[in-house]
């Protein structure tokens, strides 16, 4: 009997261990206008976003990456579409990097920024945005303003592996 409870004890350890999301989001910073950013097919001046500072253990091919974020207002109430991923780069040694994207290669623990445009018809009535990165089925999110990713809907809800735990 003994035997069988380490054998089970085991068997959900190792199943947790390839359940754990592979991005991991370090960071949300909201950065004010005043820079011109590629958004809805052209180069848009003034433009508020966030900056999401992520990391991977694994290399991830770009072309795999899924990243958006979901604005929503003060009652939770989601406002528009997602928008997705417009530009990232990565700071290496003091210099920076930025990501041809999708043809660049994500590596395994560099850490990465990741930048949102704030659509203008939203942008003085968010209070909370939910960011959402996945790649090869594994998903990861966490909120910029107040309360859990529980409080929220959203369509990539059902993937996260631990709720509870963001």
């Not at 754990?20 to 958004?39: D, R």
């Not at 989601?78 to 928008?83: D, F, H, S």
């Not at 040694?93 to 445009?117: M, Q, R, V």
Request: hydrophobic share 45%; no cysteine.
């Amino acid at each position: 009997m003994h035997i069988l409870k380490i054998v089970l004890m085991l068997a959900a350890l190792s199943s947790a261990a390839w359940a754990t999301p592979k991005l991991s989001i370090l960071k949300i910073n909201s950065e004010p206008k005043g820079e011109t950013i590629e958004f809805n097919g052209g180069w848009t001046p003034d433009v508020p976003r966030l900056a999401v500072d992520v990391r991977s253990s694994e290399n991830v091919p770009s072309k795999n990456l899924v990243a958006k974020v979901y604005f929503f207002d003060g009652s939770k109430t989601k406002l528009g579409e997602p928008v997705k991923l417009v530009r990232a780069h990565r700071q290496e040694k003091g210099e920076t990097s930025w990501l041809a994207w999708p043809a660049e290669t994500l590596e395994a623990n560099d850490k990465w920024t990741i930048y949102f445009p704030v659509p203008k018809s939203i942008d003085k009535k968010w209070i909370n945005a939910i960011v959402v990165i996945g790649a090869n089925g594994q998903w990861s999110a966490k909120v910029r303003g107040s309360g859990n990713l529980a409080d929220f809907d959203f369509p990539e809800k059902s993937k996260l592996v631990d709720l509870a735990a963001k």
